[in-house]
């Protein structure tokens, strides 16, 4: 079975630092992929960036970029230029490819920017 | 193009009520996930269909949960004999076939569900 630990339950940065949150997960499949959601206070989840296990290449949107590091199963977050409404919790979430496509998430890490 | 849509957005309940919940995924998409979060936790898979086909639950998923999705457009979620343990936030989810975006589950606001 697939998991994903979060250890950094929360997090606070000051606006327009850069800041990284952490994620590990254990698989043993080659297809899969993985996922930054963002849940910020009362609103819905929204993807933040998503990374395909067999891609090389870190991926990168806009602040946001990932550190994809298959053989130690870690990806990790950062956001640089923090800005308040980057206020939220972030879940780390792995997708096994095939059939169903079922989402595991983290626990999730609580970023807190503070102005 | 309207994204996920949840109906109701809360939803007060005493225990040993039936409830049941909407969700109305983006048009065309014919994947739809249902999730529940409780507080403090990260969101935990249910059960997914395709099209109007079931095609996997979570031992989650007890015999007083049951979801349908007829015609493959909409799909409820209904909980009977609610408990207290049942109060969360329950999560549909769609997902596209053929672009390329289609490995991407795209969220609805939730319901909120408290029972009392």
């Known amino acids: 079975a697939q998991t994903v630990t979060q250890s950094q339950p929360e997090m606070s940065v000051q606006e327009a630092e850069t800041v990284t949150l952490s994620c590990t997960y254990d698989?043993?499949?080659?297809?899969?992929?993985l996922f930054w959601y963002k849940q910020p206070p009362s609103r819905q989840m929204i993807l933040v960036i998503r990374?395909?296990?067999?891609?090389?290449q870190n991926a990168t949107e806009n602040r946001f970029s990932v550190n994809f590091q298959k053989a130690a199963k870690s990806f990790s977050l950062k956001i640089s230029d923090s800005q308040l409404g980057d206020t939220a919790m972030y879940f780390c979430?792995?997708?096994?490819?095939?059939?169903?496509?079922?989402?595991?998430f983290g626990t999730g890490t609580l970023l807190a920017v503070q102005p | 193009d309207t994204g996920v849509s949840q109906d109701p957005r809360h939803k007060i309940t005493k225990r040993g009520q039936n409830v049941t919940f909407r969700c109305d995924p983006i048009?065309?998409?014919?994947?739809l996930y249902w999730y529940r979060q409780t507080l403090g936790q990260g969101p935990e898979f249910l059960t997914y269909?395709?099209?109007?086909?079931?095609?996997?639950k979570s031992r989650l998923l007890s015999d007083r949960f049951s979801a349908e999705r007829p015609k493959g457009s909409f799909s409820t979620l209904e909980i009977q004999r609610t408990e207290q343990g049942d109060s969360a936030m329950y999560l549909c989810?769609?997902?596209?076939?053929?672009?390329?975006?289609?490995?991407?589950?795209?969220f609805g606001p939730g319901t909120r569900l408290t029972v009392l």
């Open positions: 989810a769609s997902r596209g076939f053929g672009d390329k975006s289609t490995d991407t589950q795209y």
């Open positions: 990374q395909e296990a067999y891609k090389q």
């Open positions: 979430a792995f997708m096994k490819g095939g059939a169903t496509n079922k989402l595991i």
């Open positions: 269909f395709q099209n109007e086909a079931q095609l996997e």
């Open positions: 698989t043993s499949e080659n297809n899969y992929y």
């Open positions: 048009s065309e998409h014919n994947r």
